[in-house]
């Protein structure tokens, strides 16, 4: 039986941390603030922004909300994205995407303050995870993947990972982030011949394809380690995740469930962004 890589141990042992950094900042009268900003009533939206308050809560950071009608103009969004970036009493942002235009998407990620982007909308976080230098965070899925690992204490450094999954917002990020831990990293996706050996002959597999049930028993391999970053709704109306779990959890030796693995910790990791915003106004 695999070892069960559950979220919650890791987010509230972050959690901790967090607060103690948060208390410290209160005491130099520094509040560290996260504003949300939504457009239109998104139920999976609204879901999340649940979930932040809830950590925010916990930690001691303060939340303000920036709600816009799911019909308001770019101008009306570029504006309130003007005011955040304005007022140095707000650290971090997170705004849900995507967003109803694809132009008004363009346009609001390029006007986001890098050093306020604290879930990587912006091009500068981009390469700031690309290249190790510059403003902005990482994307918080991406980053809950190495809290994860970090948390039960399994080592990267020249170990063979498979990812699956090439998307900018998980995939791409996660690869450049396990090989500056010193991880020899085979990014796949659903085009890539002969996958599941490929899959096999990794010691840890990422698995963020972004399609349910993509990887079966035949991708796992004795004593590897399987993180399964998608999450679905399958036709029973349960949650499930990428990866087969009746059929890879028998063969790995670790395997985070889905639900309860990698989501549960990236509301822990946006507090995180927002706590090391709010220090660096302080250096």
């Not at 349910?212 to 399958?234: E, K, M, Y």
Request: charged share 20%; glycine share 8%; hydrophobic share 45%.
């Amino acid at each position: 039986m695999a070892q069960l890589l559950k979220g919650l141990s890791a987010a509230n042992a972050l959690t901790d941390v967090l607060t103690e950094r948060a208390a410290a900042l209160h005491a130099k009268n520094v509040t560290p603030t996260l504003a949300i900003l939504r457009v239109g009533e998104r139920p999976d939206d609204i879901s999340y922004e649940t979930g932040a308050m809830k950590r925010c809560a916990k930690i001691g950071i303060a939340v303000r909300h920036f709600l816009l009608k799911a019909d308001c103009t770019t101008d009306e969004l570029l504006n309130t994205i003007r005011e955040i970036n304005e007022d140095p009493s707000i650290h971090g942002c997170l705004m849900f995407r995507p967003l109803p235009d694809k132009a008004m998407e363009e346009a609001a990620c390029a006007l986001l303050s890098p050093e306020k982007d604290v879930d990587c909308m912006t091009a500068a976080s981009l390469t700031a995870v690309f290249t190790g230098n510059g403003a902005g965070y990482p994307p918080c899925t991406a980053q809950a993947v190495l809290e994860l690992l970090d948390h039960y204490g399994i080592e990267l450094s020249g170990k063979r990972v498979a990812v699956i999954g090439r998307s900018l917002v998980i995939g791409k990020p996660v690869s450049m982030m396990l090989q500056a831990r010193n991880a020899t990293v085979t990014m796949c996706h659903t085009k890539t011949l002969n996958l599941a050996q490929t899959c096999r002959d990794a010691e840890i597999l990422v698995v963020a394809a972004g399609k349910a049930g993509i990887v079966d028993g035949s991708f796992a391999a004795p004593g590897q380690i399987i993180v399964d970053v998608g999450i679905h709704v399958n036709e029973e109306g349960k949650l499930c995740g990428d990866v087969l779990f009746d059929e890879a959890e028998p063969i790995a030796a670790a395997i985070t469930p889905v639900p309860g693995g990698v989501g549960s910790v990236t509301t822990a990791v946006l507090a995180k962004h927002v706590i090391q915003a709010a220090e660096k106004t302080l250096l």
